[in-house]
Each structure stands twice: as C-alpha cells, then as structure tokens.
C-alpha cells in the first residue's frame, strides 16, 4: 500500500513554558489523545536545530489524511503554543534503481531508532537526462556504499509533483556517528555530483508524545 508522509516540524512559542505543571499535563496528554488515531512517530529538535523545536512524522493513506492530524494538534491547548517551522511532504513508490526491494522503516512498522537525520534532496536536471543504464551503474555503486552500513535504515520517499523536492529522505539510526560515518563515504561517490540540494539536515531525537510535550518548557 502506497503511503503519504508528512514531515512536521513546529516551533514553539516561549510563553508556554511559562504555564503550570499540570496544565502542560493535561495539553500533553490531549495532544496525544488526537494523535491516537494517526500514525505517527514523534521526536525533539532541541538543542540540535535553531529553526524547530519537534518534528511529528506523520503516514497516512492520502495528503488528507497528513492534514487532518495537523489540523487536530492545532485544535489543542498545545496547538495554539505551536507555529509551523519546516513542512515536507512525500510519498512511497518502488525504487527505480534497487530490484526486489522489501519495505523498511516506517512503512514497514518497523521499531524506530534512536534519532532519525530528515533532508529534502533534488539531484540535478543533468541526471535526468543521462541515460537509464548509466544512472543504473552510478547507483549501484551508492547502493554498494550504502550496504556496508546495515545499521542505517533509509526511509526514500518520493515528492516530484506535490512539493518543492525530488525525494525526502529519512535516516534512522541508534548511533549518529554511524550516520556520520556514511553520508562521508556517499559524498566520494559518482552520483554526488549530481546533487542540486540536500539541506537542511534535520537531525532529530525520537521521544514519545506525552514526554516530548513536557519536554518543550
């Protein structure tokens, strides 16, 4: 099944971390509670990007889907503490360049890892005139690069069309160091000169909803 991703990233306002204990409770727990029939993944930003604060990583059958859960976070006491920082949407297709791929990640209800690295990524106008099979022989050298690092689960998602984006692409791992470690060894590769855009990297903290909320101020 065919899924639509939205990459929700929030800012939040000061003043709310000038409100009570328990009213910060009661928003977190109702945050959670419209967030009950989404699916979702949720995390923090702090003290690792200026520009936003949380990301909520959202999956849904259709956009309207992305939007309704948006819209139910916005109608909560939180919600109106909250401004739209960074948003991205995407969805799943069958790679063109990896055969027999199995679903991972996210759209595979796979367990999510420590921290996940979100980047919107646009390869130039010049990849996509090279040929089918030449763009197959670079790839397969990413992808061979890619291999040696099992611990980094790839969630390739695709925007043509419905954002400003070619892919999105969102790195889960345990260690960041490992992620680090990869991206180093991509950027020695023949398809990196290819690359029109792959910022900002946004390297998120995976937190559940109710502890992510408190955890704002």
């Known amino acids: 099944m065919s899924l639509y991703f939205g990459f929700e990233f929030f800012k939040v306002d000061p003043k709310w971390r000038w409100m009570a ?19 979702y ?4 930003c702090i003290g690792m990007r200026d520009d936003a ?21 916005y109608g909560t006491v939180f919600g109106k503490y909250i401004e739209p920082a960074r ?24 367990d999510p890892k420590r921290y996940v690295v979100v980047y919107p990524f646009t390869k130039t106008r010049g ?15 990413h992808i061979a690069v890619s291999r040696r690092y099992p611990q980094v689960v790839l969630n390739t998602t695709y925007s ?8 999105m692409l969102a790195f ?20 990196s000169s290819y690359v029109q855009n792959d910022i900002p990297m946004m390297v998120c903290s995976r937190m559940d909803i109710v502890p992510l909320v408190l955890s704002m101020g």
């Open 21 to 39: 204990d328990l009213a910060k409770q009661e928003s977190a727990r109702e945050v959670a509670n419209v967030l009950g029939q989404a699916r």
């Open 87 to 110: 948003t991205y949407l995407s969805c799943t297709r069958p790679s063109e360049y990896v055969r027999e791929q199995e679903p991972a990640g996210f759209a595979a209800g796979a």
């Open 41 to 44: 993944r949720s995390y923090s």
């Open 127 to 141: 990849w996509y005139l090279l040929p089918r099979e030449r763009r197959q022989q670079i790839m397969d050298e």
């Open 53 to 73: 604060d949380l990301l909520i990583w959202l999956a849904a059958e259709d956009p309207d889907g992305i939007r309704g859960a948006v819209e139910r976070i």
């Open 160 to 167: 043509f069309g419905i954002h400003d984006q070619d892919f």
């Open 172 to 191: 889960e791992v345990d260690d960041i160091r490992d992620f680090q470690d990869l991206i180093m060894d991509l950027r020695e590769t023949e398809v």
